[in-house]
């Protein structure tokens, strides 16, 4: 099982959820990403947060867990923080994006608050993939349509070899002062990335 969160950030098209496939998950709705869950039919496990933006009825005989507003964590963040407490090593994050900069950016350091946890973790809509790399090999199959970028996460992260892609990197340096990374292409099955050291943010988007 892996744990899939709901987050109150914008899902416009539902299309690349599969709901069978959530009924055998654990399924955390963070505030008002329970309408999303909701409007899916889907039963969550656990609906949490401070519902500052969601205000309806709440289910009975669910886990309800209410926060205060005044917290450290954003209700996305307690969460992840649920998941991984759990003992869940792989999340899945919906609604984590949308016309909110600030929590979007917020739960791209969510996924490396996980990572450095020890859960892969990825950020989904229909238009993205986002995810985490540390160092080590990592094979990433072709999509078709979609851009395949990477940006530093920490100060300097060291490529050993990035190949299969339009724009190959070896032996390179990837500042998080400098996007060189952005809107690359897959071009071989899959691309293979070898990261020696740091931690970069991998980002596929459709064209």
Known sequence: MKCVIFAGGEIKDFGFIDTSELSQNFVICADSGYKYAKKLGIVPDIIMGDFDSYT????????????????????????????????????????????????????????VYAHENGCAISILDSDNEITVQGAGEKDYLKREGWYFSIFALTDTAVIGRYSGVKYPLENYLLKSSFPIGVSNEITADKAVLQLDSGLILVVRSKM
Request: proline residues 4%; hydrophobic residues 40%.
């Open 56 to 111: 309806g009825r709440l289910p009975e005989n669910i886990e309800i867990y209410r926060s205060i507003p005044e917290k450290d964590d954003t209700d996305t963040m307690l969460a992840v923080k649920t998941a991984i407490s759990r003992g869940f090593t792989e999340i899945v994050l919906y609604g984590a994006l949308g016309k909110r900069f600030d929590h979007a950016f917020a739960n791209i350091q969510s996924l």
